[in-house]
């Protein structure tokens, strides 16, 4: 991603209007003069934005989502593995969202508006740029909806009085149902779909300060984007009171056209410096942390060794984590040589009580150079995803379950040889084969992971309440610990708790989603969990 300097001065942080008083911000644009706005600038801003710090970074992924699926475990304080993650960590991942959704609304707003679509033309076709950011503001919502349930929600076609979200002069939202949400987003996609220009790009790229960074303004790969992403819906909602919708959905999608190579993958590549890195690079360099690492429970699925898996040795463990005893100042610049000895790969524990977490350290592997670089690409969706989407839908075909394998490993730079010989090994396709494959090719993406264990309740493997486990005590030799969550719940969170301050801000509509819901608590599941 290139920093440009007239970018800079376009971009406009907007303001987050929730029923949330925090985080009030006001465009940096004059109000009088609203045609000033740059809406390129806002959308490189926002889609960056979605997959930044404040929500793929150390405490909104890495303490909730990330350990919970078990691709990371942390290395010092290890409550938040068991569930008791800090208050603020959900306000910021809701907030954080609900400010880029207020972006692509505004650009919306610029299009639509008389006194600014004819200055806002001048950066790009304006159906283009409403279609783009109903696309987006798609993705938002279903991450929201996927990740608290009921939330409140601002549509751009649809004028429901129950939508709510995003005005400013409603500081007291109601909550749509995910119901409600879940339609709309589909029917949203299908409409910014339909109202895309095939024969102009998102913005014009006439001007060497106008980019667009996550599309290459291309419509037809935003068009297979959404589609793909209506896949994933459709599929998380096929066995939910909206089945009959979704199937509509599935096969509307894939008929006009979803991913089909790496090449359609959807992400964002962060910059190569200090300034604008990568949410893990700006954890573990800028922020000077070490908190969390890469799981044993990953790193043996990846070495072929938890049983009952009919997982072989994958070449994707070398790429993805680095052997034992590598500083992250090593890793970071690639100073070390990929390993063949599986026993140089180790990883950390999940869930044991911090006291001994001391004995375990040394002997865990870090993150890989590949996902501490500053410049790593942040994926919104990727092209392996959908194969294994297809897999499913298909009646777990073996060509898309191997298509998706072999997509995940390019995406890693796995050697080709090494591809052919791994695929070879496969188990045939069935639901766990491919939501265990699915489940490695999602790594670093972990509330897909998680979404993916509550729809499907795969992959079986993981630890979960009451288990236990063996650990290697450098001093008292072979240890059994059994994994205590420090929430009353009997497997994985199914949800995250609404925001500790909704309840004095939002009472009212607080209190009708929480009841609706079944409870503001972590063990709620959501129209679509089936595990």
């Known amino acids: 991603m290139k920093t440009n300097f007239k970018l800079l001065i376009a971009t406009i942080t907007l303001g987050l209007f929730t029923s949330c008083t925090e985080g009030f911000d006001r465009d940096n644009e004059n109000q009088d003069n609203p045609v000033n706005a740059h809406t390129y600038g806002i959308f490189n801003n926002a889609t960056r934005g979605v997959v930044g710090a404040n929500i793929r970074g150390s405490f909104q992924s890495a303490r909730m989502a990330l350990p919970w699926i078990q691709y990371s475990a942390q290395r010092n304080y290890t409550e938040e593995d ?7 960590s959900p306000g910021t991942l809701y907030n954080s969202y609900y400010a880029q959704a207020n972006n692509f609304k505004k650009i919306i707003e610029y299009c639509t508006n008389p006194e600014t679509s004819g200055s806002v033309a001048l950066y790009g076709n304006l159906d283009n740029q409403i279609a783009a950011s109903r696309i987006m503001l798609a993705y938002i919502f279903q991450n929201l909806t996927d990740t608290f349930g009921d939330v409140p929600y601002w549509s751009y076609g649809n004028q429901n009085p129950d939508f709510q979200a995003l005005n400013i002069q409603n500081l007291t939202p109601k909550y749509a149902t995910q119901e409600q949400i879940y339609t709309d987003i589909l029917n949203e996609l299908e409409e910014a779909i339909a109202m895309l220009d095939h024969s102009e790009g998102i913005f014009y790229d006439d001007a060497s300060y106008i980019n667009e960074y996550v599309f290459g303004n291309d419509t037809q790969k935003l068009r297979k984007f959404a589609n793909s992403l209506r896949l994933r819906i459709g599929t998380r909602l096929k066995n939910s009171p909206l089945s009959a919708l979704a199937q509509q959905h599935i096969t509307s999608a894939i008929a006009d056209g979803v991913m089909t190579s790496n090449d359609d993958s959807v992400g964002v590549k962060f910059e190569n410096n200090s300034i604008n890195p990568a949410p893990q690079y700006e954890a573990f360099f800028i922020d000077n942390r070490t908190d969390y690492t890469v799981s044993k429970t990953f790193v043996d699925l990846l070495k072929g060794i938890i049983p009952n898996t009919n997982i072989t040795a994958d070449p994707r463990l070398q790429k993805m984590v680095a ?27 999940y869930g ?27 994926m919104y969706m990727e092209y392996a995803e959908v194969e294994f989407l ?28 090494d591809i052919t010989a791994y695929i070879a090994t496969l188990p045939p396709a069935n639901q766990e084969n491919v939501m265990t494959q699915k489940y490695i090719a999602l790594f670093m993406q972990p509330y897909e992971a998680w979404a993916e264990y509550r729809r499907t309740g795969f992959p079986q493997f993981l630890i979960k309440p009451g288990d236990q486990i063996n650990l290697i005590n450098p001093v008292e ?14 497997d994985l969170p199914t949800r995250v708790k609404y ?32 595990n």
Do not use: C, H
Request: proline letters at 6%; a negative charge; zero cysteines.
């Open 323 to 349: 052997p034992v005893g590598i500083s992250k100042g090593r890793s970071v610049g690639r100073n070390y040589t990929e390993s063949t000895d599986l026993d140089n790969y180790q990883g950390m524990p």
């Open 82 to 88: 068991r569930y008791l993650y800090r208050q603020t």
């Open 390 to 417: 297809l897999a499913e839908n298909n009646g777990w075909n073996q060509t898309n379950y191997e298509n998706g394998v072999r997509a995940s490993m390019q995406k890693w730079f796995v050697d080709p040889a």
């Open 499 to 530: 925001p500790f301050n909704e309840a004095t801000l939002n009472g009212a509509n607080y209190q009708e989603a929480a009841a609706r819901i079944g409870g503001d608590r972590l063990d709620t599941k959501l129209i679509w969990d089936n």
């Open 477 to 490: 030799g072979s240890l059994t610990y059994t994994f205590t969550p420090l929430e009353n719940i009997t």
């Open 352 to 378: 044991i009580p911090s006291l001994i977490t001391d004995t375990q350290r040394p002997s865990a592997s870090l993150f890989s150079y590949y996902v501490f670089r500053p410049d790593y690409t942040e």
